[in-house]
Every structure is written in structure tokens, then in C-alpha cells.
């Protein structure tokens, strides 16, 4: 059994356990995005089982590879989604692959394929868009075992500006030549799709925009997964599901239904989060509500001041696909990273952040106290560095992680007098 | 042994020590002991990467110095700001930087070969201890659109140099210094050329020494010295217990001689896959292309390169065909630790080594030399078992 076939009985069982043993306070509209998330696994499959081609494109050309035909999909969603990493891991660290110093989901990939888990597509891309360990794990998989499969590579600068709009288009073309060629009769670019597929993202980012104001209520309608779970997946822009998930956030505000029962302060999280425990139950038992996760996409779903670097111009539909890129958290300038978390907390109001060292995160470690100082000096609010990896406890367990965000709220609280 | 000959090829052999690295760069800017400038001569620009033209910053009138962090284990300053997780090279520079060994430089060039080496141009953004920083965008791919994107940033790091220096740079200036360079290279080449010999005439330190030294010495001066004793090193022997295993060291932001030393003590390093060694040269710059910036960009981009570049098939053809060259008898992988880009190639490209014939052996090192122990005895074991490899004499 491959990934998605299981991930759809993992995703069927919440379901069920949804409509058997609901927990009060999770958003029910969860159960159309688990619904989703199935339809995206099954489609991927039969997509497979026809033998069309698939492209893990990730958020770099989600839109663009399917106005051409193919079934996107993000293997690093596969990774993260995963409810049984270590056998994956341990498949990688027999592969001769850097397990301890990297990010757990930069190897879990090869891990997945070479253990059989995952399906292989062509063609294969890489792309640094998120980070460098994001290519690197794309090259061992085209070059392994003497295979040079014929794969595209796309690089996305790390400056916002024209030349790389007009880069970055020019290597969507590239893309469209290779792919069409690669599969003649198959593979079609159509702009027709591509606007269809935008305006579509753009009314999603809308009605996330609205959710992410009802975020400014107290207590918060909706926090910790609930606000990390609705930022990935292409069936998460689906509109129906999201205006549904907006109306029963509105509905909680009406009735003063609040995440956090009793809550006191609101974090904001920064960079993913260990994956063996739910330190957001954590946080809430500390009457602690995280009310943003702040990663690559999150920063899509806030009404961020987007740079304008284009003139104001009606940009392309290529150009737009070339801005959004360029727009991604990761990867971009340090300084820009941290210029857009300092104004979401700002704008959120948070009382503090939690960041998360994510052992071998080669785009956010290197930056993280960059992100405490501004926090302290341009919102006096104090920063958590919580070490860790998201599936491997040997660097810090679940009693470890619990222990330390217990120590910090109770901090944060006594500082506020709320202890 | 030319006793003249030889004390300055051991000169030269320690250019890049800790006592003489800052030297040259000192002299050239008229800084004196104190410190102080008594006049501003030239302006000295630390470099990071493999993947600066230095051709520009010299044409700019400045000195491009490669520069080696602090080869002491204590880092606390820079650990501020960089986890034990992250990569030692850029947190060795930053320790250096934030201890203010580094005051003497005008500026910091990088590029995002590495994106923890972009992170830690973040970091000295933030930190405003450098007059000029810079980070230039490296696709990771060869095509004629990356050629000509990298030219770009060739021409925007031109431009910022310009406005730094308040002078042009003209492209005739930036071809006369491709010519130098091109020398300085071709020269190296001479020098790797007798390094196929049985018993060369350098040890793989010694090497390194070289070809350290030429990334801090006005190359110039570096020319001179060592075109002067060529003729010289033709006649010389590696002073090495033993010649034989011969290893092919693969790492990168590998400076420290000990590393070497440490191999040298059952064998010879008679080649190497090293941004510090043979990647800094290989390859000229055609001086046929009329376009300073797309002739940069297609020897820059071009060349054998990182593994951060996606040609890994030609990367480890090239390595391979190297093995067969220099006669080589395994390979020594000492990736930095967190150096995800050696350290996610290495396993394809032991396999190809294994398939054909040449064993291999990676050992994670820290960037000043530490761990000697551990590394002595493992690299003593592996050594060991090559050299009663059979086929080892045969060649």
C-alpha cells in the first residue's frame, strides 16, 4: 500500500471519528477539508493508474502545471502528513543520507520512494523555492542508481524585484517547452486555465483573509491546527469548503465560542512544529491560544503589504504565477522574513512568539535570533526558541517540548499578572 | 634541495596561515599594526564562495580576500546568532567578524551557494558591522538563460562596487584582470599536472597551502612566486612518509592543512574535489567573448562546480574520470558538518565510486580541526585497508 492509498484510510478514520467522538471545540468544517484532502489522494491515484503524468511542483507552480494538465501534487505534503515517519526515516538513514543534520522532511521523501511507499512521477522538478535541501532531495531521486531522468530545474532568487519576475517567467516557459515536449498531446499549457485557476485563488485568499481578521476577536474562534491546517493543499482553496469554514468561525464569534477555554495570551508559531506530540493542547491547557503558524504559504493567508515592485502594472498571468513565487516565506531575504512576522504580530496582537529551531532548517536557523531581537526592540514581546525536529524525538522528546512551553507560559503569565 | 627556492616555496606554502593570511590585504590598504589607516589604500573585500568573480572586484581596484573564519573552537560570539546545527563555516566568519579580526575589511561578498550562507549575510546585514555586503543570486543550473542571469548579477555586483568605490569599472579594466587571473589559473593547473606523478612534488597539504594562498595574495604577487618556482617544483619531492594509498579528498570550505595532514599520515592526497583547491581554478574564462559579464557568468556558472548544482551526473563523471587520472586508490569524503549539499550527493556518488572499484569513506569533520583523534584512528583504518587492497602498486 502506497502513501495516499493509506493516507485515505488514516483521512476516512478521522472522518469517523469526527462523527462518533467530536471534540467540542475543532472546527467542523474540517470534515470537508478531510473530505478534500480525499478526493485529492484519489484523483492522484487515478491520475496514476491512467498512466497521465504528475508533477510535484509544490507551491512554486501548483496553478501553472495544472493549466497544463498534469496532477500536481507536493511530496513534502506526503512527508509532513505522514502519521508513521520512522520507517521512512530509518529507509533514508540506510540510503546514506544526512538523517541527523536535516530537515525531517528534505530525506523523508527518498526515504518514502526508495521504501516504496510513494509512487514516482515524471517528471521530476526541482526547485529551490522553499529551500536548497528541497532540490538537493529531488537530485538524489533523478540521479540515483545511475538514472539521469530527465528532470526540470528551476531556480527562484531570493530578491523581489523585476528581474526576477521577468527570470522567473522566463523559466515558466522553459518549463512549458520541456513538459509539452516531454509529453506530446498530453501536457497543453492553457492561459484560459491558468486565469480560471487564479481568479479562483484570489477569491480563497480573500475569504482567508477575512478568517484571519475574525483572528483579532477574543478569544480566538479558532486557533492552533485549525489555523496551521487550513494553508496547504491545493483542494484547501476550494471555495465552497472555505466560505463554509469562514461562516462557522463567524457563527463561534456570534455565540462567544472561543479555541482556548479561558484563554489569557495569544503566540505566534513560527516555523513548523514537532509532529509526535500536539503542543498546541499544550499551549491551550496553559490557557494559551496560537492564533498563527508562520511558515512558506502562512504568509499568503494574511494581508500582508505585498511588495510592489512591478510598477503597479497588470502584471501577465505568467508574471502573477512569477510574483506569488517570489512572495513565498522561505528562501526569500532574511530580512524580509522577519519584516512580514513582525507585522503579523503586530497586527495580531500577539503576546509572544514561539520559534522553532527546526534542527537542519537551513532557510529559518540561521535567523532566528534576528526574529527574537526585533520582537523585543519593535514589539516588546519575548520569543521561545524551542529546538527540535517534527518527527524525531532523540533531539528533544514530548516530555522535554511540554516542559519548556509549560515554563514559558506560566513566564508569560506571571509577567502579565495572570498566574 | 635549493635552500632559497625552498624556503620560499614554504612561504608561499603558509600564505594562508593564520599568522600571514591577513598580510598581504594589510599591506595593500596601509593598515598599520595599530590598526589605524594612515592613508586608505586599497580596499580589501572578504569573499565567501567559489562563486564570486573576482575578477570584478580586483578590476574595481580592490583586493578579493577569501576569507577563512577563526580556526579556534571557541565561537560564543557568533553563537548568538547561529545554532550548533547550522553550518560551521559561515559561524567561524562570524565569530571572526563580530571578534573584530575582521576590521580590516572594506566588505563582505557571498552568494546563496548555500542558503545558510545567504542566512548568515542576513545576519551581518543585521548586525552592520560591514561598510558593503553583497550576496549574488547563483541559478542552480546551466542554460542559456541562467548564463544569462548570473551575468546580471555579475553586472548588479559591478554596479554596487561602482557606487561603493565611486569609480567606474570599465569592462576593459574587468578584461585585463580576466587575463590575470586566467594566468593565475593556468599556472595552478601546471602545478595539479604534476600531482598525477608517482611521487609528486607536493603533498596534498602543501597543495592546499597553494591554492589557499593564491585566494589571499594579490594575485599578482602570486603569479610571480609562483611561476618563479615552477621549475623548481619540477625537480622537488613531496616530503610525505608515504606516497602511496593515493586519496582523492572531496569536501568543501576546507582550508585547514591538518585535515590533510591527518590522511598524509598513512598516504597521499594526490587529488582533490575542494571549492579551496582545484574548483577555485579550473577552468579559464574565455577571453573571446567580447561581454565581460557573460564570460564571468559561463566559467563561473559553467565549471565543474558545488553539488548544490544540479549537474550531479557530470559532477561525479567528472570525479571518477579524476580516480582514473591520478591513479587513485579511494576517496576521502570530509563533508562540513551540515552541508546537506555534499552530504545528499554522497551517497550516488560512492556507489559509482564502488562500482568502479574504488572504495570510499565519509567522515563528518567541524571546520577547525577538531575530533583529531577519532578522525586519526578512522581514516588510520581505512587507509589501512586499502593499501592491502591488492590492486593498490599495480597501476
Known amino acids: 500500500m502506497n502513501f495516499f492509498e493509506s493516507d485515505i484510510i488514516t483521512l476516512k478514520a478521522e472522518i469517523k471519528r469526527m462523527e462518533e467522538h467530536p471534540e467540542p471545540l475543532e472546527l467542523k468544517t474540517n470534515k470537508m477539508r478531510y473530505k478534500l484532502a480525499i478526493k485529492d489522494r484519489q484523483d492522484y491515484l487515478e491520475h496514476l493508474r491512467k498512466g497521465k503524468p504528475v508533477a510535484d511542483v509544490g507551491f512554486w507552480a501548483q496553478r501553472l502545471s495544472r493549466a497544463m494538465g498534469f496532477m500536481p501534487t507536493y511530496w513534502g505534503s506526503a512527508a509532513r502528513e505522514s502519521k508513521n515517519p520512522l520507517p521512512y526515516q530509518e529507509k533514508a538513514r540506510e540510503l546514506g543520507l544526512p538523517v541527523d543534520n536535516t530537515c525531517d522532511r528534505m530525506y523523508m521523501l527518498a526515504g518514502m520512494l526508495e521504501g516504496g511507499y510513494m509512487p514516482n512521477e515524471t517528471p521530476i522538478t526541482a526547485t529551490n523555492y522553499a529551500c536548497l535541501p528541497a532540490a538537493l532531495q529531488r537530485y538524489y531521486i533523478a540521479t540515483r542508481k545511475g538514472e539521469d531522468r530527465s528532470y526540470f530545474v528551476n531556480y527562484r532568487p531570493f530578491e523581489d524585484n523585476e528581474a526576477t519576475i521577468e527570470y522567473l517567467v522566463a523559466q515558466f516557459h522553459e518549463f512549458i517547452e520541456f513538459a509539452e515536449k516531454m509529453f506530446p498531446g498530453v501536457i497543453k499549457y492553457d492561459e484560459d486555465r491558468l486565469v480560471e485557476l487564479q481568479t479562483q485563488y484570489d477569491e480563497a485568499f480573500r475569504l482567508y483573509f477575512e478568517m484571519y481578521q475574525m483572528l483579532k476577536h477574543k478569544p480566538a474562534p479558532y486557533h492552533g491546527h485549525d489555523v496551521r491546517y487550513g494553508h496547504e493543499e491545493p483542494n484547501y482553496m476550494n471555495l465552497e469548503y472555505l466560505r463554509a469554514r469562514r461562516d462557522e468561525i463567524a457563527e463561534r464569534i456570534e455565540k462567544g465560542i472561543g479555541a482556548v477555554p479561558d484563554e489569557q495570551l495569544r503566540v505566534l508559531w513560527a516555523v513548523p512544529a514537532p509532529r509526535f506530540m500536539d503542543p498546541y493542547k499544550v499551549l491551550a491547557k496553559n490557557k494559551v491560544a496560537v492564533i498563527w503558524w508562520y511558515g512558506g504559504t502562512a504568509n499568503y493567508f494574511a494581508p500582508l503589504p505585498k511588495t510592489v515592485y512591478y510598477g503597479g502594472r497588470k502584471l501577465t498571468p505568467l508574471e502573477k504565477e512569477a510574483a506569488e513565487v517570489s512572495q513565498f516565506g522561505f528562501g526569500g531575504t532574511g530580512a524580509k522574513w522577519v519584516d512580514k512576522l513582525i507585522w503579523i504580530a503586530r497586527d495580531l496582537k500577539v503576546d509572544a512568539i514561539i520559534n522553532f529551531d527546526h534542527l537542519g532548517c537551513c532557510a529559518t536557523l540561521g535567523l532566528a535570533r534576528l526574529v527574537e531581537e526585533r520582537a523585543e526592540k519593535e514589539l516588546g514581546i519575548p520569543t521561545l526558541q524551542l529546538e527540535g525536529k517534527q518527527w524525531d524525538q532523540n533531539y528533544a522528546s514530548e516530555a522535554q517540548v511540554t516542559a519548556k512551553l509549560d515554563e514559558f507560559c506560566q513566564m508569560l503569565l506571571s509577567q502579565r499578572g495572570l498566574a | ?395
Not at chain 2, 116 to 123: E, M, N, Q, T
Not at chain 2, 328 to 341: M, Q, R, S
Request: aromatic share 8%; hydrophobic share 40%; net charge neutral.
Open chain 2, 1 to 395: 634541495m635549493d635552500e632559497v627556492l625552498e624556503n620560499r616555496l614554504r612561504e608561499l606554502i603558509e600564505g594562508n596561515s593564520e599568522a600571514n593570511r591577513s598580510k598581504w590585504a594589510k599591506e595593500a590598504k596601509e593598515w598599520t599594526k595599530a590598526g589605524n589607516k594612515t592613508k586608505q589604500g586599497k580596499k580589501v573585500i572578504g569573499v565567501m564562495t567559489s562563486y564570486v568573480p573576482e575578477e570584478v572586484i580586483s578590476a574595481a581596484g580592490m583586493i578579493p580576500w577569501r576569507i577563512t573564519g577563526t580556526w579556534r573552537e571557541n565561537v560564543d560570539r557568533a553563537r548568538v546568532y547561529r545554532a550548533v546545527s547550522t553550518m560551521a563555516y559561515p559561524t567561524h566568519v562570524l565569530e571572526s567578524v563580530l571578534s573584530g579580526e575582521l576590521d580590516f575589511l572594506d566588505g563582505i561578498v557571498t552568494s546563496d551557494q548555500d542558503q545558510d550562507l545567504k542566512c548568515l549575510w542576513d545576519v551581518l546585514v543585521y548586525v552592520n558591522k560591514m561598510p558593503w555586503t553583497f550576496c549574488l543570486q547563483v541559478p542552480l543550473s546551466v542554460s542559456n538563460l541562467n548564463y544569462r542571469f548570473y551575468a546580471g548579477e555579475i553586472r548588479r555586483l559591478t554596479k554596487s562596487l561602482e557606487d561603493y568605490s565611486g569609480q567606474k569599472i570599465s569592462d576593459e579594466s574587468i578584461h585585463s584582470s580576466i587575463i590575470t587571473y586566467n594566468k593565475m589559473r593556468s599556472l595552478l593547473s601546471q602545478v595539479y599536472e604534476l600531482r598525477k606523478r608517482q611521487v609528486p612534488p607536493l603533498s596534498g597539504a602543501e597543495v592546499l597551502g597553494i591554492t589557499t594562498a593564491a585566494q589571499v595574495m594579490p594575485k599578482e604577487k602570486f603569479i610571480q612566486e609562483l611561476e618563479s618556482l615552477l621549475p623548481y617544483l619540477e625537480t622537488r619531492e613531496a616530503n610525505v612518509k608515504k606516497v602511496q594509498p593515493r586519496i582523492l579528498l572531496v569536501s568543501d570550505m576546507l582550508d585547514h592543512p591538518g585535515y590533510l595532514r591527518l590522511i598524509e599520515e598513512h598516504g597521499l592526497v594526490a587529488m582533490d574535489d575542494l571549492d579551496t583547491g582545484v574548483r577555485y581554478f579550473i577552468q579559464n574564462v574565455d577571453t573571446n567573448l567580447t561581454d565581460p559579464a557573460n564570460a564571468l557568468a559561463k566559467r563561473y556558472l559553467g565549471r565543474h562546480g558545488v553539488p548544490r548544482m544540479a549537474d550531479w551526473a557530470g559532477q561525479m563523471d567528472q570525479i571518477l574520470k579524476w580516480t582514473q587520472e591520478y591513479k587513485i586508490d579511494g576517496v576521502v569524503f570530509l563533508p562540513l558538518v551540515a552541508d546537506y549539499c555534499q552530504r545528499f550527493r554522497e551517497p550516488n556518488l560512492r556507489e559509482r565510486l564502488q562500482g568502479i572499484g574504488v572504495p570510499s569513506v565519509s567522515l563528518e569533520r567541524e571546520y577547525c580541526l577538531a575530533n583529531v583523534g577519532q578522525l586519526r584512528t578512522r581514516i588510520g583504518a581505512f587507509m589501512e585497508m586499502i593499501a592491502k587492497k591488492e590492486t593498490v602498486g599495480r597501476r
